[in-house]
């Protein structure tokens, strides 16, 4: 693998960091910089999304044919580089990496010619309903029930845990529409509008505070027939294919390695009594970083395969698990180096929107909201336990 760019590459690693001087407002950094989760408020992130459409790049995963730019792998890891270092915000990933891959994939022409345009511009704003009480690293067991009335499924049942759905107005949701012996294969695959009667949305507050998460409920919610992806009883396969897309479609190692950079010019300030000074600090940041390096080049090969067409596949479970575990070790060590004023811990989100003087530095007030926010990461979008069974079966043939 020849690690060194170009001179084609040089110029387009300069045309990024051109196009992040001109659209990354000084309000979209601030408000990256203290948002502690890995999802931006829609009216930073979508901003964000807006200038990406404008310039061509709206969805880099995307083939040519539909609106994805030409790039070569190398330009991927160029551009998500440029991005995190730049500090920019996060776009509706659930749009654009998740359900939008599924759309092209398997979605209907009307689907892809409605829904791809509306996910570019960043007109609508996309949650995932998946996880139930109950039905979470069991997700083929859901109970969430969508009933054939004419050119209608009435649905009814409940989703948790659906990251912004107070925001969204869509969701892509797995729903029963059959039993049979196999529960996957009774489950399809359903576009609904979050405006659509009989919907309500119930917030989580998190242990760190936010507001991220929901329960949703459906009461005789109609959704037309036509708002199914794909066959009736595939949406198992489909959703499959979405979170390998989630788990193993993104540049995870740059924002990682800027997030460490934050962590060790805190542990080197006069701020935390210079922690580097700690060999257990110096050691761990040093192993922290050996193991983003590593991944990085995970991410490099994998970049290569999608180039070709191929979805990730199991190696998408390597990467979700490789990020979730150094993202929380990140997170932990940034507890550690500022040490007793960890206590301090601002309890109004989004920290971005503060309006009193915090009791923290600016560098020290998302450590604390980070690491509580980050004890999801080995959960969300599949366990790491989970990603450990698919690896052993797909890879290792256990």
């Given at each position: 693998?020849?690690?060194?760019?170009?001179?084609?590459?040089r110029?387009?690693?300069?045309?990024?960091r051109?196009?992040?001087?001109?659209?990354?407002?000084?309000?979209?950094?601030r408000?990256?910089?203290?948002?502690?989760?890995?999802?931006?408020?829609?009216?930073?992130?979508m901003?964000?999304?807006?200038?990406?459409?404008?310039?061509?790049?709206?969805?880099?995963?995307?083939?040519?044919?539909?609106?994805?730019?030409?790039?070569?792998?190398?330009?991927?890891?160029?551009?998500?580089?440029?991005?995190?270092?730049?500090?920019?915000?996060?776009?509706?990933?659930?749009?654009?990496?998740?359900?939008?891959?599924?759309?092209?994939?398997?979605?209907?022409?009307?689907?892809?010619?409605?829904?791809?345009?509306?996910?570019?511009?960043?007109?609508?704003?996309?949650?995932?309903?998946?996880?139930?009480?109950?039905?979470?690293?069991?997700?083929?067991?859901?109970?969430?029930?969508?009933?054939?009335?004419?050119?209608?499924?009435?649905?009814?049942?409940?989703?948790?845990?659906?990251?912004h759905?107070?925001?969204?107005?869509?969701?892509?949701?797995?729903?029963?529409?059959?039993?049979?012996?196999?529960?996957?294969?009774?489950?399809?695959?359903?576009?609904?509008?979050?405006?659509?009667?009989?919907?309500?949305?119930?917030?989580?507050?998190?242990?760190?505070?936010?507001?991220?998460?929901?329960?949703?409920?459906?009461?005789?919610?109609?959704?037309?027939?036509?708002?199914?992806?794909?066959?009736?009883?595939?949406?198992?396969?489909?959703?499959?294919?979405?979170?390998?897309?989630?788990?193993?479609?993104?540049?995870?190692?740059a924002?990682?390695?800027?997030?460490?950079?934050?962590?060790?010019?805190?542990?080197?300030?006069?701020?935390?009594?210079?922690?580097?000074?700690?060999?257990?600090?110096?050691?761990?940041?040093?192993?922290?970083?050996?193991?983003?390096?590593?991944?990085?080049?995970t991410?490099?090969?994998?970049?290569?395969?999608?180039?070709?067409?191929?979805?990730?596949?199991a190696?998408?479970?390597?990467?979700?698990?490789?990020?979730s575990?150094?993202?929380?070790?990140?997170?932990?060590?940034?507890?550690?180096?500022?040490?007793?004023?960890?206590?301090?811990?601002?309890?109004?989100?989004?920290?971005?929107?503060?309006?009193?003087?915090?009791?923290?530095?600016?560098?020290?007030?998302?450590?604390?909201?980070?690491?509580?926010?980050?004890?999801?990461?080995?959960?969300?979008?599949?366990?790491?336990?989970?990603?450990?069974?698919?690896?052993?079966?797909?890879?290792?043939?256990?």
């Amino acid at each position: 693998m020849d690690l060194s760019f170009n001179a084609e590459e040089r110029a387009f690693q300069s045309e990024v960091r051109g196009f992040i001087a001109k659209n990354l407002t000084e309000e979209m950094k601030r408000a990256t910089a203290l948002t502690p989760s890995v999802f931006s408020d829609p009216d930073i992130g979508m901003a964000w999304q807006r200038a990406l459409h404008k310039q061509g790049w709206g969805a880099p995963g995307w083939p040519v044919d539909h609106s994805g730019p030409s790039w070569t792998p190398a330009q991927r890891w160029i551009f998500e580089s440029e991005c995190a270092r730049a500090g920019v915000p996060n776009v509706n990933v659930m749009g654009v990496k998740m359900v939008g891959p599924v759309i092209i994939g398997f979605g209907s022409p009307e689907q892809k010619n409605f829904y791809l345009p509306r996910i570019l511009s960043g007109e609508d704003y996309w949650c995932q309903g998946y996880s139930e009480p109950g039905s979470g690293s069991d997700l083929s067991s859901l109970r969430t029930r969508a009933v054939r009335d004419g050119d209608d499924y009435i649905i009814n049942g409940t989703k948790i845990w659906t990251t912004h759905a107070h925001h969204a107005n869509r969701m892509f949701a797995l729903v029963r529409t059959s039993d049979g012996p196999r529960q996957q294969d009774g489950i399809s695959f359903i576009l609904i509008d979050m405006k659509t009667p009989g919907i309500t949305t119930r917030p989580i507050l998190t242990i760190g505070g936010d507001h991220e998460v929901n329960q949703v409920f459906f009461d005789d919610v109609r959704v037309p027939v036509a708002n199914r992806v794909g066959d009736e009883g595939k949406g198992w396969t489909y959703g499959k294919y979405l979170l390998e897309f989630e788990r193993g479609s993104g540049i995870a190692s740059a924002k990682l390695r800027e997030g460490l950079r934050a962590i060790t010019e805190l542990a080197e300030s006069d701020l935390t009594g210079r922690a580097i000074d700690s060999p257990d600090i110096a050691s761990r940041i040093s192993e922290v970083e050996v193991d983003i390096d590593a991944l990085e080049m995970t991410e490099l090969r994998v970049l290569s395969a999608l180039q070709t067409g191929q979805n990730p596949g199991a190696v998408s479970s390597i990467l979700k698990l490789r990020n979730s575990e150094i993202r929380q070790a990140v997170t932990r060590l940034g507890v550690d180096v500022i040490g007793h004023d960890a206590l301090a811990v601002e309890p109004m989100r989004p920290l971005y929107k503060l309006n009193h003087e915090p009791a923290l530095p600016a560098d020290m007030l998302t450590v604390v909201p980070e690491y509580l926010n980050g004890r999801a990461y080995t959960i969300f979008g599949g366990t790491s336990e989970i990603q450990r069974d698919i690896i052993a079966k797909m890879m290792l043939g256990i």
